[in-house]
């Protein structure tokens, strides 16, 4: 069992950056793939980021590559969201998830943490 939680979200401005963090409970962390995913109103769930587990590969949405950074801290128990260059529809619910494979990161999911960009 894993339990998620995220914390860093907040409203900026255009062109800012932010830093989300999740932070999981559990001694299994580093066996779990990493995943960042969003939702904005009216949309669906999308991906967003994911690393492996001992923060080699990662992947990223064509919409913010070059301008997100993901990571991972397996002696924390906790991954970042590093997102620079924010633009208005990077505004959603961001959350963290936790899966057993890259195609699978959907066994665990936080709460989430609202980002708003403002024009």
């Known amino acids: 069992q894993v339990q998620l939680q995220e914390s860093g979200g907040g409203l900026v401005q255009a062109g800012d950056s932010l830093r989300l963090s999740c932070a999981a409970s559990?001694?299994?962390?580093?066996?779990?793939?990493m995943g960042w995913f969003r939702q904005a109103p009216g949309k669906e769930r999308e991906f967003v980021a994911a690393?492996?587990?001992?923060?080699?590969?990662?992947s990223y949405a064509a919409s913010v590559k070059g301008r997100f950074t993901i990571s991972r801290d397996n002696a924390k128990n906790t991954i970042y969201l590093q997102m620079n260059n924010l633009k208005p529809e990077d505004t959603a619910v961001y959350y963290c998830?936790?899966?057993?494979?890259?195609?699978?990161?959907?066994?665990?999911w936080g709460q989430g943490t609202q980002v708003t960009v403002s024009s």
């Open positions: 998830a936790a899966g057993s494979s890259t195609n699978s990161i959907n066994d665990y």
């Open positions: 559990g001694r299994t962390f580093s066996y779990y793939v």
């Open positions: 690393i492996s587990r001992y923060g080699g590969p990662t």
